[in-house]
């Protein structure tokens, strides 16, 4: 089966300027994740979807970060506008009810 | 919500020697446990799960984990490790709801 596909890969952005990133998870897989990893941590789920509604979004910084789902199936993660301490692998995933998840490639943002 | 520490962040062995990478969680429901890898420039893949039933869990390449309830720990451990082991390793845990993610232990093995 095909994989959590993300992008783009890397990304390099100014402090100030806005980034979204794209995430088309597996197919069927009804829960999908946002998941935030600074450099030597672990990652920080940031956003969780169940098909299109919001499940947990506790640790998303709202004022800055958005997320949606349309249709449920793809979603897209956006920072408006970024700050250099959003620099990090930005990781996408989804599951079955009660399955492991499945990681994409991430997208690594820059913010110089 | 539930939460998960891994107690060590660094662990520099060699090769063929036993390996044993801490995690303890903590949640007031039932949990799943699982444990991924983070191979160098790669993403985040699923090594071994625990969701029910025998609380010894192996994986194809040799770890195996075991989940002890009473010590709310779920410890990775391989008898004898391989260069090619040398990974970040993440445990997690999941409520049903949602899963956290420990900070990671870096697994070094050295010849």
């Known amino acids: 089966e095909a994989g959590v596909a993300q992008s783009p890969r890397y990304k390099i952005i100014e402090k100030r300027q806005s980034v979204a990133f794209w995430c088309n998870p597996i197919s069927g897989h009804a829960t999908l994740y946002w998941y935030q990893q600074i450099l030597g941590q672990g990652p920080k789920l940031l956003i969780q979807?169940?098909?299109?509604?919001?499940?947990?979004d506790s640790q998303l910084p709202k004022d800055r970060f958005s997320a949606e789902r349309l249709k449920g199936v793809d979603s897209t993660l956006k920072i408006q506008p970024a700050k250099l301490e959003d620099s990090a692998v930005y990781l996408c995933?989804?599951?079955?009810?009660?399955?492991?998840?499945?990681f994409g490639n991430g997208t690594r943002l820059t913010v110089t | 919500a539930q939460s998960v520490t891994q107690l060590d962040s660094q662990v520099p062995v060699f090769e063929e020697a036993p390996v044993e990478l801490r995690c303890n969680y903590s949640s007031s429901v039932s949990v799943y446990l699982f444990w991924y890898v983070q191979y160098p420039n790669q993403g985040l893949q699923l090594l071994l799960k625990y969701l029910s039933g025998s609380t010894l869990v192996e994986s194809i390449n040799g770890f195996e984990a075991e989940f002890n309830k009473s010590q709310t720990s779920f410890h990775l451990r391989k008898p004898s490790v391989h260069i090619s082991d040398t990974a970040e390793y993440f445990c997690a845990v999941s409520d049903n709801n949602d899963m956290r993610f420990g900070a990671g232990t870096r697994l070094t093995v050295k010849p």
């Open positions: 979807f169940q098909n299109n509604g919001v499940v947990d």
């Open positions: 995933a989804s599951s079955l009810q009660n399955s492991p998840l499945h």
